[in-house]
RNA sequence: GGGGGGGUAGCGAAGUGGCUAAACGCGGUUGACUGUAACUCAAUUCUCUCCGAGUUCGGCGGUUCGAAUCCGCCCCCCCCCA
């Protein structure tokens, strides 16, 4: 009996050598390069299920760290697995709650055997260990799992970085060896900071252990675009081609399509549906902020170019109006079209590389978008 | 008619002689947000300007080196009793 994963690589670009591909799951098959919505709480704000593959949304981000503390992965078993939890029968991703450690860094100790927390939520003291971090991410039942690692700040020193990404190394194997459900596929990740001979050795120590697929991580916390590229690049190269890669965190315009350049098959974030609850609006002209007084009076469509039931139906001065008066619908339909603009990003790159012109399009985009101009905040 | 309370920046509301162009909240404007402690956070909000200057705290007039703050008169609002 096979595996219920696999990944086929369908075509790579004449072009630019970027590739689509398919990655087959127990709850079915999704196509790269992909944007993977991210639904903490086992739950996309503002957006159910139905709506998320309306607009063609494959895969949902959630997270252990999480769920772990709320409501615990014991209930989410109990209640069938995290997919009759939230009522979705599409494919699930759990992040590992390595991205916590990084982000409640304040209250956190790093040691060998795992982490050390205080819970954001009443400072109770928890301990997350790698085995752990498999364990519950069992029982939440996710398609896509991932090993526990260790995010650091950037910059942080090469010294540092070594001894975290060998800790990161033995943690994930210590994961895998404790993975024993085959209807989970597991991802180690790279890390390595901005030092290529610590990304290429990360790569290759998780290479060695033989994961069905991979991701980028410790990027986007703080450095400049040129430099996330160049991390990017420097783990790559050293992984499988006929595995999927995973960008961590990665989820502006420019950003993905140059994730995708270079190779990277999927990418999450929360930027589409943070910046929507708070007014800023992704669009085929650059980034906006809907609640501009300049949009007081505009009673034309968010962004012309757009499909998605937000752009079809309400007016810019409409969404305005309920932002601005702090109404759930507003955050709702924003989120809407936020995500929709970049599922329809994927969908338009995944088309341009199968037809061999993914360089055009990127540099179709770029222009258009004036991302040279603004690339220090992205698209 | 009698008694009481009050009028502070767009709104609400502190302040009761100098450290006050005046706390704080709301509203307004702008910005940030990248594996979500995020319906959050930051800046700005009398006027003109580059430091800086000029007008303010119902109105007018006083006291004082100095007043939103003390005194006098006037205007307006609210409550209670007749």
């Known amino acids: 009996m096979s595996s219920p994963f696999r990944f086929e690589v369908l075509h790579t670009c004449k072009q630019s050598g970027a590739r689509t591909g398919i990655l087959h799951t127990p709850h079915g098959s999704v196509l790269t390069p992909m944007f993977m ?31 772990w503390l709320r409501p615990g992965e014991k209930i989410v078993e109990k209640a069938g697995g995290l997919h009759k939890f939230m009522n979705y029968d599409g494919p699930i991703l759990t992040d590992s709650g390595g991205f916590q450690v990084f982000s409640l860094a304040k209250t956190r100790k790093i040691k060998e055997e795992g982490v050390s927390f205080k819970s954001h939520l009443n ?67 790279v890390q390595g900071g901005e030092y290529e001979d610590l990304r290429e050795r990360s790569a290759k120590a998780l290479v060695d252990l033989d994961f069905p697929g991979y991701s980028i991580g410790g990027t986007s916390v703080g450095e400049s675009k ?28 420019d950003a993905i399509l140059e994730g995708v350049l270079r190779g990277v098959d999927m990418f999450d974030c929360v930027l589409p549906t943070r910046i929507a609850r708070h007014g800023t609006v992704m669009s085929s002209h650059g980034r ?62 995944r088309t341009a590389i199968n037809e061999d012109r993914f360089l055009d399009y990127k540099n179709e985009l770029f222009e258009k978008y004036d991302l040279n101009s603004v690339d220090s905040k992205g698209f």
């Open 123 to 189: 400072g109770d003291s928890l301990f997350l260990s790698p085995e752990k971090a498999i364990e519950i991410q069992n029982a939440l039942g996710a398609d896509i799992i991932m090993s526990l690692d260790e995010c650091p700040a950037f910059p942080s020193t090469h010294a540092y970085m070594k001894d975290s990404v060998d800790r990161t190394t033995r943690w994930a194997k210590r994961g895998k060896d404790h993975h024993k459900n085959e209807n989970q596929m597991l991802f180690g990740i």
């Open 288 to 349: 906006i902020n809907i609640t501009n007084k300049k949009f007081e009076e505009d009673f034309t469509a968010l962004d012309h170019e757009c499909d998605c039931y937000t752009c079809k139906n309400y007016t810019r001065a409409y969404l305005r109006h309920l932002v601005k008066c702090n109404e759930g619908l507003g955050m709702r339909l924003l989120s809407i079209h936020n995500l929709r603009f970049l599922l329809k990003l994927t969908e338009e790159i």
């Open 37 to 67: 919505p991210v639904g903490t709480l086992a739950s996309v704000k503002f957006v159910s299920p139905e709506e998320l593959k309306e607009m063609g949304s494959q895969v949902i981000l959630s997270n252990t760290y999480h769920l």
């Open 226 to 253: 040129e430099t996330m590229y160049k991390m990017i690049d420097y783990a790559i190269k050293h992984l499988p081609l006929e595995k999927p890669r995973y960008l961590m965190g990665v989820g502006t315009t």
